[in-house]
């Protein structure tokens, strides 16, 4: 409730890591807003998760080079600091999601792209 850290854990980027994490948190109490790290690449999936229950994802951008420099670069570190960024609403965004209009013209950027690069 005021911003201190209450655990630290480490979960398998697997689906069923993504729920073990999710209940871990929860065992804490309301979830108000998580903070996810490359919400659209690697933390897609981990945030497609939390939408899903209609848990509030916010992306954080990665840790300053000073700050990493100076603690060192470790995963519960970089942990700490996006759920301190998240709860402070600093430096953080709406994650895109990956479906409707948006990612079909994406889709068929790609799609166009390759026709391109095959045909030259």
């Not at 994802?57 to 840790?63: A, G, K, Q, S």
Request: hydrophobic share 40%; glycine share 12%; with cysteine.
């Amino acid at each position: 409730m005021v911003g201190r850290v209450l655990g630290s854990e480490q979960f398998p980027a697997t689906a069923a890591g993504y729920r073990a994490l999710l209940s871990w948190m929860q065992g804490f109490g309301h979830l108000v807003r998580v903070g996810v790290e490359g919400a659209g690449v690697y933390g897609a999936g981990l945030a497609r998760l939390l939408r899903k229950r209609n848990i509030c994802v916010v992306e954080v951008d990665r840790p300053d080079r000073k700050a990493r420099r100076f603690q060192g670069k470790s995963d519960p570190i970089d942990a700490i600091a996006a759920a301190k960024t998240a709860l402070a609403g600093q430096r953080t965004g709406t994650p895109k999601q990956r479906d409707g209009r948006i990612e079909a013209l994406r889709n068929l950027r790609v799609a166009r792209r390759s026709a391109i690069d095959q045909r030259a």
